[in-house]
């Protein structure tokens, strides 16, 4: 058996050598710019096809790699694959399993700054954000090795004298795998090893924009030992990709992380019955957030309350399903408060996240960058702007951590999830209204409390309606096996990763009874 879990520690990056391993691990992975990569099925590399770029977001002009288009064809082709692998795998002890994601997790502990520099590049992360999305990586890892002994052990049943029974958890088949490009590694690796461990074959579509850390994982799990078809990596768009696999017959469950919308569109796909389909397919998503922290007028400790805010609005550019979007603070401490939180947001280090002195790096593409720019010019007829608010995109797509006060709770601004670095400050009469405003969303994701009245902690706990509640600290940074990650309404279907529920997502329970025998009577008896 294995040892209790524990989470990976962070990097601390003023240590001299936990520096100079970073930057050498920057370097080492800059010489690999401009390769090729293949699609890859049941082991076989498959180039030849069209290809699209991967590139950096601090650094438009510059190519990361080329990536085959998968197609249609070539779901087909993965489908075949993952079933075929799936007849041996379904069979494989928890040992085993469970094995290959230790292996794995070992393998990108010794090549940790690897994986966190291919993300500073591929997706603008700082080096603290990309170290903590390889911790995360690892974390689900290990995690869900230990949890595999615990589905596949013996489940604790209601006994009686007349049968033996059982009740064991089998795997659902062949599921496909779309994870996002903003935690690119861990939940991508999460939503993969789970699948993988509780005995089901995957195919992995992952995100146009963070193909390279998908593949750099993929072949992680490769150099592990992972058999070929277990995961079959089908790098390309949503149209000739993501689509036929969701509408496929032949696919058992989709695990989803990203938008609202994209998530809406999978789980409508998923449930139409396709000729020939043998299931009801099962979709695990989880989606957006419109993410709110309320600062009380009872909280003494603003100063920390207000560092709180700005890590949690500006954490990764804003670009956290768990964000911070909206900050809804009390009358009697409103003027005195927001001008805290725009002196520490003005006071971010905006640079090229492969410079380790930058706080905040660029978005994801010219696409986000637009979009945001347009909410921020939406916010300044809703609200007082006091911080940011410009792009800079002559090199890379940046946008200023923006703050906007003094907006309305339904104001589009309030309402929609922008994604990025754009923080809504809404004014609460008192607990009561900010719990409402708080409250008011068609979202679920996460949510803060800063107060010291512990009657208000409580009814928070009762009535913040949000999967992740967080009480006198920032609304981000769930730790596997600590907060077990999923929201309510539309930000999914609270699936808990890194929880004790998530695996039993991935399988289905079959219960085993056998009448005991009845021994026969000795002659005589009764006569």
Same mark, same amino acid.
């Given at each position: ?109 010794? /090549?940790?700054?690897?994986? @966190?520099? #291919?993300?500073?590049? =591929? %997706? !603008?992360?700082?080096?603290? +954000?990309?170290? $903590?999305? *390889? ?114 017959? /032949?696919?058992?469950?989709? @695990?989803? #992380?990203?938008?609202? =919308? %994209? !998530?809406?569109?999978?789980? +409508?796909?998923? $449930?139409? *019955? ?125 946008? =200023? ?10 104001? *589009? ?115």
């Amino acid at each position: 058996m294995l040892s209790e879990f524990s989470n990976e520690p962070l990097t601390d990056f003023t240590k001299p050598e936990n520096k100079a391993a970073m930057e050498a691990a920057l370097a080492t992975v800059r010489a690999e710019f401009g390769r090729e990569y293949p699609v890859v099925i049941g082991g076989e590399r498959i180039t030849g096809l069209a290809t699209y770029e991967s590139i950096n977001p601090s650094h438009k002009s510059q190519l990361l790699g080329r990536f085959n288009k998968a197609t249609k064809q070539h779901v087909e082709h993965a489908l075949d694959a993952a079933w075929k692998a799936f007849e041996s795998w379904k069979r494989q002890p928890v040992d085993v399993r469970a094995g290959l994601l230790v292996k794995t997790a070992d393998l990108m502990r010794q /090549r940790k700054h690897e994986f @966190s520099a #291919t993300m500073v590049y =591929e %997706v !603008g992360k700082t080096w603290p +954000e990309a170290d $903590a999305d *390889t911790a995360e990586a690892i974390d689900f890892l290990e995690f869900y090795a230990r949890e595999a002994y615990r589905w596949g052990g013996e489940q604790p049943i209601t006994k009686i004298a007349t049968e033996d029974n059982a009740l064991v958890y089998v795997p659902l088949g062949v599921g496909g795998v779309i994870p996002p490009w903003n935690f690119p590694l861990a939940i991508m690796a999460g939503m993969t090893s789970a699948g993988v461990v509780t005995g089901n074959c995957i195919v992995m579509k992952p995100s146009s924009d963070a193909p390279w850390i998908a593949y750099r994982f993929f072949a992680l799990l490769e150099e592990a030992g992972m058999p070929p078809g277990v995961v079959n990596f089908l790098s390309g768009s949503g149209a000739e990709v993501g689509d036929p696999l969701v509408m496929s017959p /032949r696919l058992r469950f989709i @695990s989803f #992380t990203g938008s609202k =919308e %994209v !998530g809406l569109h999978i789980n +409508e796909e998923a $449930a139409k *019955t396709q000729p020939g389909q043998l299931w009801i397919k099962r979709v695990v998503a989880e989606m957006g957030g419109k993410d709110a922290i309320i600062v009380d007028r009872d909280y003494k400790n603003l100063d920390e309350a207000a560092a709180a805010v700005v890590a949690s609005a500006f954490g990764f550019q804003g670009q956290k399903c768990s964000a911070c979007s909206r900050l809804i603070v009390d009358d009697a401490i409103y003027d005195k408060f927001v001008p805290m939180v725009v002196e520490k947001t003005k006071a971010i280090r905006i640079g090229p996240p492969e410079e380790g002195s930058s706080q905040f790096g660029p978005v994801v593409n010219a696409s986000a960058l637009k979009k945001i720019k347009e909410y921020i010019d939406k916010g300044k007829g809703e609200g007082k702007l006091l911080a940011g608010g410009e792009v800079r995109d002559a090199e890379g797509f940046y946008v =200023e951590p923006t703050v906007i006060a003094d907006v309305a709770p339904d104001a *589009t601004i309030s309402q929609e999830e922008i994604f990025g670095p754009v923080l809504a400050v809404t004014r609460a009469k008192d607990f009561d209204d900010a719990l409402r405003i708080a409250n008011n969303t068609q979202f679920g994701l996460t949510g803060a409390v800063f107060t010291d009245d512990e009657s208000k902690l409580d009814r928070a706990r009762e009535e913040f309606f949000v999967g992740n509640l967080y009480l006198n600290r920032k609304c981000t940074g769930a730790l596997v096996g600590v907060h077990p990650f999923g929201g309510f309404n539309m930000s999914g279907t609270d699936s808990k990763a890194g929880g004790r529920d998530y695996l039993g997502l991935f399988l289905q329970a079959k219960a085993i009874s056998r009448k005991k025998a009845v021994a026969p009577q000795p002659a005589g008896v009764g006569e």
